[in-house]
Nanobody, 120 residues
Framework: VQLQASGGGSVQAGGSLTLSCVASGSGFSINAMDWYRQAPGKQQELVAGITRGGSTNYADSVKGRFTVSGDNTKNTVYLQMSSLKPEDTAVYYC???????????????WGQGTQVTVSS
């Protein structure tokens, strides 16, 4: 499984950005996809996630501002971010929890990260 994240950038506080993450490859089925972020000097944290069935979860810090969605037909997950704050500044990573179709082996894949910078 290869993940390609995109959509990061620089915005002013209060602005919006949408991140995308596309999973490519073959022979796997994705169970869930998550967005993590890591700010300088801080630990990586889970921002939001979505299961194949559409169940979502969010960090308390982003509830009401971020929306995670997915398109199973395109193996793509999105993170719509609005009302951005300077503390949202971080490198955002997508993660896929998948399983191999032939061997049922658990697969854990990470994208390369995309920078989000929010200025005050």
């Amino acid at each position: 499984v290869q993940l390609q994240a995109s959509g990061g950038g620089s915005v002013q506080a209060g602005g919006s950005l949408t991140l995308s993450c596309v999973a490519s490859g073959s022979g796997f089925s994705i169970n869930a996809m998550d967005w993590y972020r890591q700010a300088p000097g801080k630990q990586q944290e889970l921002v939001a996630g979505i299961t194949r069935g559409g169940s979502t979860n969010y960090a308390d810090s982003v509830k009401g501002r971020f929306t995670v969605s997915g398109d199973n037909t395109k193996n793509t997950v999105y993170l719509q971010m609005s009302s951005l704050k300077p503390e949202d500044t971080a490198v955002y990573y997508c993660n896929a929890d998948a399983v191999g179709l032939r061997d049922a082996k658990a697969l854990d894949a990470w994208g390369q990260g995309t920078q989000v910078t929010v200025s005050s």
